[in-house]
Each structure stands twice: as C-alpha cells, then as structure tokens.
C-alpha cells in the first residue's frame, strides 16, 4: 500500500533530551513536509524539503532540526532548545509543484509527543 | 504576513442541518485553497480551488472560491455523525510549495 508512515504514534521524553521522529514515505513524492498541531491552532509548519539534500525552514523552526538524505524519508530531531515541544507532529508529502499542475499535500497518520 | 482565518471556531449542529464554514485570506501571490477533514489524525483531503466562481462538489460536501473577497465556504448539507470532524482551509502563496493553514473550525453533529 502507498502512503506516509511515521513512528511512533505516542512519544514520552524527560525535559532536555532530544528526540527524533520519523517519517518515511513510499508515494514517490518529491516534497515533504514537518508541521506541529498545538490544541485550537492550526497547523504551523516547522521545515520542508522540495528535493533530497535540500531543505528551508518554515515558520517555527526553532530548536528542530532536519535532514533529507532520502527521497523516502524526512526524520525530525526535536531539540531540547525548543521551548514547548509537547504537540501533534504531523508529516506530510507532495509532488513537487512546478508551474503547471496542482498536488495536495498527503498527511501521515501523526506523532503525539509529551516531554516531562 | 500572510494570513488565513476561518469561522467559526466551532459549532454544534444537529443531524440533517446544513452548515457553512468560512475561511478568508490575506497572502502574497495566491495559487491556491485547500480544504481538508481531521477526524482523529492524519488530515484527509477535500478540496483544491485556483479559480472564483467554480463550485466543487462530493456528494454533500460542496465549496467555493472568490478570489475579489479573498474567502472561501465549505458547504455540507443533510449532516451526519460522521461529519464530525475539525475542518482546516489552507492557502498557497504562489510557487512556494508551502501552505498555510487557519485555526480550523470543529464541528459536532450531534444525533
């Protein structure tokens, strides 16, 4: 079956360690995407990446990192800079948009991350 | 600063009523709107607009753009239990691959 994966779907860590959240995706998207859902907000995206080895901060990277060895996969590290990680991690990927065509985003099913 | 809001936040509704969700938006160079469902997880996509004026249906689910007063509506009529859900607009800013999301607005159909 195609579609985006990650792992796990609950995550528990102590204040001050990181923390890395995989996302693997078998859809042949080019584009990929690392949001964070906080309680009645929307979704704010953290960092994408339009092609392997490539990627640009979105919004709130902040105290997160990235990288983009595969096509396949688009792991984020939470830091312990960041301030507030507990939140819904959503991952999501997409053709890579030229000028002609429109592609939706596919999300993954989500990482509930708590820090204690 | 590109911008997306959608109203309401939230609403209780009844099985059978019709209701209408808003989304208005202030970005630089549009290309897009999207709609999407999330239920417990993983966002599921509904709707893409680029053009004003054209509706999109899918069975009770129908939505419009107006590209002049930057906003669009979600349409769901006769609803269900199973429309319960929190409904998110998005817009892409053109070329940029990104999308920016409203607030959401969280339906209950209550039976």
């Known amino acids: 079956d195609g579609g985006i994966t990650q792992s796990p779907k609950y995550l528990f860590r102590k204040e001050g360690q990181n923390v890395t959240l995989s996302c693997e995706q078998n859809?042949?998207?080019?584009?990929m995407y690392w949001y964070r859902q906080d309680p009645g907000q929307g979704l704010r995206l953290i960092y994408y990446?339009?092609?392997?080895?490539?990627?640009q901060k979105g919004d709130i990277a902040e105290g997160y990192s990235v990288s983009r060895e595969k096509k396949e996969s688009f792991p984020l590290t939470v830091t312990s800079a960041q301030k507030n990680p507990t939140a819904f991690y959503l991952c999501?990927?997409?053709?890579?948009?030229?000028?002609?065509?429109?592609?939706?985003?596919?999300f993954g099913p989500g990482t509930r991350l708590t820090v204690t | 600063e590109d911008k997306v809001v959608q109203s309401p936040l939230s609403l209780v509704v009844h099985e059978g009523d019709t209701v209408t969700l808003n989304c208005s938006y202030e970005v630089t160079n549009f290309r897009s709107l999207l709609w999407y469902k999330q239920e417990k997880k993983a966002p599921t996509f509904l709707f893409m607009l680029?053009?004003?004026?054209i509706e999109k249906k899918s069975g009770r689910l129908s939505s419009i753009l107006d590209k002049k007063e930057l906003f669009s509506i979600l349409n769901i009529t006769a609803t269900q239990t199973g429309d319960s859900a929190i409904y998110l607009c998005?817009?892409?800013?053109?070329?940029?691959?990104?999308?920016?999301f409203g607030q959401g607005t969280t339906l209950q159909v209550k039976p």
């Open positions: 990446s339009q092609i392997v080895n490539d990627f």
């Open positions: 680029t053009s004003s004026g």
């Open positions: 999501a990927s997409s053709i890579n948009r030229g000028f002609l065509g429109d592609y939706e985003q596919y």
């Open positions: 998005a817009v892409e800013p053109s070329n940029t691959g990104k999308l920016i």
């Open positions: 859809l042949n998207h080019d584009a």
